[in-house]
T-cell receptor
Framework: GDSVTQMEGPVTLSEEAFLTINCTYT??????LFWYVQYPGEGLQLLLK?????DKGSNKGFEATYRKETTSFHLEKGSVQVSDSAVYFC???????????FGTGTQLKVEL | KAGVTQTPRYLIKTRGQQVTLSCSPI?????VSWYQQTPGQGLQFLFE???????NKGNFPGRFSGRQFSNSRSEMNVSTLELGDSALYLC????????????FGPGTRLTVT
């Protein structure tokens, strides 16, 4: 079945550091890929998405490129802020309704 | 546009009781999906409704059920609550039939004692 693997957290960075959160997937067919973010006490917010190979999703300084050859969708940001502290979830969708398969989430802590 | 709303936000129930959670999707969205989030199992898909019909169902026991009304609002019900049902229940709405972006509500935090 479909699955998503994310790097273990927590990831602790200093403000303005470079961020990478790794995400790899296993899926039948050609999935759409997503990154969601969850702030404490809140639901999930869609951060960015990519629907086909080599697509780059971007939003709020975050980027991720759909790499079919390595089945990866790593999240990057050039300079993190304290306000980016949250849990980040990688997810995929492979058609047939609207079921999303999520990774386990990676907690990011950004310190001054 | 107003976002996805879920009620109640917090709920405390006793083992053996039943509970009903409500979700109002974004106006114009016809698909509503439900997810359970726990520290141990992460985010797991419960079921999805589109135009009042259940289209997908996750691997949960029959105690978990749902429905969708003609105005796209959805409810999920859990009967005979168990301690392990304590979780954050998230609802997501989507515009189209398949593959569209999903927008999540703030969730209902259920605690079973």
């Amino acid at each position: 079945g479909d699955s998503v693997t994310q790097m273990e957290g927590p990831v602790t960075l200093s403000e303005e550091a470079f961020l990478t959160i790794n995400c790899t997937y296993t899926a039948t067919g050609y999935p759409s890929l997503f990154w969601y973010v969850q702030y404490p006490g809140e639901g999930l917010q869609l951060l960015l998405k990519a629907t086909k190979a080599d697509d780059k999703g971007s939003n709020k300084g975050f980027e991720a490129t759909y790499r079919k050859e390595t089945t990866s969708f790593h999240l990057e940001k050039g300079s993190v802020q304290v306000s980016d502290s949250a849990v980040y979830f990688c997810a995929l969708f492979t058609g047939g309704g609207n079921k999303l398969t999520f990774g386990t989430g990676t907690q990011l802590k950004v310190e001054l | 546009k107003a976002g996805v709303t879920q009620t109640p936000r917090y709920l405390i129930k006793t083992r053996g009781q039943q509970v009903t959670l409500s979700c109002s999707p974004i106006s114009g969205h016809r698909s509503v999906s439900w997810y359970q989030q726990t520290p141990g199992q992460g985010l797991q898909f419960l079921f999805e409704y589109f135009s009042e019909t259940q289209r997908n169902k996750g691997n949960f026991p029959g105690r978990f059920s749902g429905r969708q009304f003609s105005n796209s609002r959805s409810e999920m019900n859990v009967s005979t609550l168990e301690l392990g049902d304590s979780a954050l229940y998230l609802c997501a709405s989507s515009q189209g039939t398949s593959g569209y972006e999903q927008y999540f509500g703030p969730g209902t935090r259920l605690t079973v004692t």
